[in-house]
């Protein structure tokens, strides 16, 4: 498995990382960890020089040296499986030439080329992926994308819900501090809707803040009730989640798949969400049953939300509980890994351990 992140690789399990983020010698990976019928997993994540990871990341934006690492080692296995197109076009690339034994599934997160219509990325991707086996996708839309421009690839696709990891994210293992309930909350690093969400929480009358957290601007300083700090730890942030009045997620509106995890993570920590009614997002929340959700880039409509739930801390209560009920029977790591296992079951032979 090709991964388009970091990973620690260690003896035993980390207290303060997800199970995406480590690998543990002699104990399986991740969701395969849920696997009925496990296989051998062998994880590679991009790790390489410091200044060749940036230069991959953000202006290749797709890891060659984590492809090199991997292309002698293909027809060892029996299948190769990437986690988005970063990881994976290099792979596909040279499977267009040299097709191999190895079978290669894709996990695709970024509509191949962020949903493009035009360009060198979006016939690159074109190119690449006729030779990829099969696609897993997260967000339904998606397909309609796939059929219009990856004619090939939407009749090899697969919908499965992404799913968080409740045994990591639960409400128990947290504890009320002094600033409980005092603040809204935003995490996000990119691609949030900043200046709605500003206007929309300056449009509102109260003495609780908002807080925003991995994204510090300096035009929002000094702003009244707007407090601002940059990234922390896993453990910090559920913290963070866990004391919050309620969470906002301002997503802008794209094709692809993305806010998911960051919804998930809030809605297993019971806490009510609003957020964006984009693509990404609503096959994952029922609007004021599960979430609540606005119009995209609506300052009104988002303002609305916010006093509504400010001004009825019932409906807050209620819709918070409705969430982590929600993941914990419908949409959840557990089950995402027994939809993507009888996927890989009806279409390919793995040899088990």
Avoid at 47 to 52: A, C, M
Avoid at 60 to 76: C, E, G, S, T
Wanted: net charge negative.
């Amino acid at each position: 498995m090709l991964v388009n992140w970091k990973i620690k690789y260690c003896g035993q399990k980390p207290a303060d990382l997800q199970p995406p983020d480590y690998a543990v010698a002699g104990e399986d990976y991740w969701f395969y960890r849920y696997f009925q019928d496990k296989p051998q997993v062998d994880v590679l994540d991009i790790h390489s020089l410091p200044f060749l990871e940036r230069f991959e990341k953000n202006k290749l934006r797709f890891y060659v040296i984590q492809a090199l690492r991997a292309i002698p080692r293909l027809n060892q296995y029996d299948l190769i499986v990437s986690h988005g197109m970063q990881s994976a076009v290099v792979v596909s690339l040279w499977r267009r030439f040299f097709k191999g034994k190895v079978r290669h599934v894709v996990f695709e997160i970024g509509s191949f080329a962020s949903a493009s219509e035009s360009g060198f990325s979006l016939k690159l991707m074109q190119f690449a992926s006729k030779s990829v086996d099969s696609v897993i996708y997260h967000t339904s839309s998606q397909l309609d994308y796939y059929s219009k421009f990856f004619p090939w690839i939407a009749e090899k696709s697969h919908f499965i819900r992404f799913g968080t990891d409740l045994d990591f994210f639960k409400p128990d293992d947290l504890s009320i501090s002094e600033d409980h309930g005092s603040y809204i909350l935003c995490v996000g690093y990119a691609k949030r809707d900043w200046s709605t969400l500003i206007e929309a929480y300056q449009a509102v009358d109260t003495d609780v803040s908002l807080r925003l957290i991995g994204h510090v601007e300096d035009g929002y300083r000094g702003i009244r009730g707007v407090e601002q700090f940059p990234f922390m730890p896993a453990r910090d942030l559920m913290n963070q989640i866990y004391n919050a009045r309620f969470c906002v997620l301002p997503l802008e509106s794209f094709n692809y798949s993305y806010g998911q995890m960051t919804l998930m993570q809030q809605m297993a920590l019971e806490k009510c969400v609003i957020a964006a009614r984009v693509p990404s997002l609503t096959d994952y929340v029922e609007d004021g049953k599960t979430a609540l959700l606005y119009e995209p880039g609506s300052v009104s409509d988002l303002s609305s939300k916010m006093r509504m739930l400010l001004e009825n801390e019932k409906l807050t209560e209620e819709i918070a509980v409705n969430g982590r009920l929600y993941l914990e029977t419908q949409c959840n790591e557990r089950i995402m890994a027994s939809e993507i296992e009888c996927m890989l079951n009806q279409e390919y032979t793995l040899v088990k351990k």
